[in-house]
């Protein structure tokens, strides 16, 4: 079955199609590096990761280019507040970015294209709309005629009309109710000159605006048509309306096949305990939660819903994610004991049945337009499924098999990255398992014969490896630390 996707260009539910049998070539809109990002931004940037993993889960190859914005409005003004030049102000953010990105288990893009990397890329493509007569130049920069474009503000379902001939937006950002030629480049002023923020141009020293860095730093790496642009919902305009204007006015082809655009995240203040205090960025949250809560919350409202951001939901998110990982590491430590195959019973095909079918729900409601909250609730079911398988006899290939489904999924939604690793240690290492097991016979029979100094060390000295010990009716078994 095809994807379905939200399609903002055409203000329809679609069945995705590929330029490309087999491949999506995807961009998304990436930071501003004015500052830490909030968490809402962080939503935008996991809705990409999202779409791409599930992409992938279907078998298609994904090519994903995310560009950092290091020179705009916004990247000049807060430099000259930091008293940093706009170069070490810039890389202070991208890395700060980065590692909010990658705490997040967040799929690194192929492509992190810098705007200050290609000005010229981008004069180049200004001198083509001035040259077919899109642009014009003023005494303070080039910009764009909106009104030369038929199809300007296809996404925000704009009517031209009203506005005057040559009324001009020089800031980046404006609002709907003021629709404007837009800026293309900016002639630098006296202070921007003294910080050495220009580039010489056949206009004068200046430096792009906004919009143009994306419609070309996404066409330079994925080509005049591609498939999917993403980015939040408040950059249709003018943001994106421009960056198609910008595109199609020179190529004459469609720019993006599919528009997605991710919700916001909204805050409710009142509900945050003082412990955690104002929350507004991911980064105040990494000591006191871990990425598969926030990954969690995030995945508990459709990306193309308001997402209202509570303590309560935070917590709510944290107990799923720990029922999760129980059954995962409740499976993990029964696959790791030498089990005896029981004969295959009833119990065992409905474990199986059951396991293919919830795959196949996971398939269908995530085919609906990524429907996470849905997924969600099919994990969970598919975790109670081998939960209880887990009380009666086991029958090792049974479990594996039921048990990579769940893997699977949860690695879909890109949780427990940690625990995959652990994972990969169970699958290859055998060597750990067996001097682990060695270690649980030497201290059974520590404690058999009352040597309890023994027993303890040994328990002891394995808490500080992370590795716990557990006894059950069956026996003693170890398991990994969470
Ligand atoms: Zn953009």
Partial sequence: MAIIVRNSLTHKMEEFHPLVEGKVKMYTCGPTVYGTPHIGNYRTFFMAD??????????????HVMNITDIDDKTIRDSAKEGLTLKEFTEKY??????????????????????????????????????????????DGVYFAIQKFDKYGQLVNLKLGKQKVG???????????????????????????????????????????????CSVMSMKYLGETFDIHTGAVDLKFPHHTN??????????????????????????????????????????????????????????????????????KLISAKNSVEKLR????????????????????????????????????????MDNNFDTPKGLKIIHELAKSLNKYLEGDINPGVLQEAFTIY???????????????????????????????????????????KDFETSDMIRDRLAKLDVILEDTPKGTVWKHKT
């Fill in 50 to 63: 999202i779409l791409r993993r599930y992409f992938e889960f279907k078998g298609f190859e994904v090519f």
């Fill in 407 to 449: 893997k699977t999924l949860l690695g879909t939604f890109g949780l427990f990255k940690k625990l995959s690793l652990k994972d990969a240690a169970l699958q290859g290492d055998k060597l750990t398992d067996e001097l682990l097991n060695f270690l649980i016979e030497i201290r059974n029979a520590a404690r058999k014969r």
């Fill in 94 to 139: 991208t890395k700060i970015f980065f590692k909010g990105i990658d705490w997040l288990h967040i799929k690194r893009a192929h492509i992190y294209p810098r705007a200050t990397d290609h000005i010229q890329d981008m004069i180049n493509w200004i001198q083509k709309l001035v040259n077919k007569g899109f642009a014009y130049v003023t005494e």
């Fill in 167 to 213: 009324e001009r937006a020089k800031a980046d950002e404006y609002d709907k109710e003021h629709v404007q030629d837009f800026a293309l480049w900016k002639k630098s002023t006296e202070e921007e000159i003294k910080r050495g923020i220009y580039y010489e141009s056949p206009w004068g020293k200046g430096r792009p605006g906004w919009h143009i860095e």
């Fill in 243 to 312: 960056e198609i204007a910008q595109a199609e006015a020179i190529t004459g082809k469609p720019f993006v096949h599919y528009w997605i655009h991710g919700e916001f995240l909204s805050i409710k203040e009142e509900k945050m305990s003082k412990s955690l205090g104002n929350v507004t960025t991911l980064h105040q949250l990494m000591s006191s939660f871990e990425p598969d809560t926030i990954r969690y919350l995030y995945l508990s409202t459709r990306y193309d819903a308001l997402l209202v951001f509570s303590e309560d």
């Fill in 326 to 365: 129980n059954t995962l590491e409740n499976v993990l430590a029964v696959l790791r004991e030498p089990t005896i195959a029981s004969p295959f019973s009833e119990q065992e095909e409905a474990l199986l049945t059951k396991a293919h079918a919830l795959k196949n729900e996971f398939e269908q409601v």
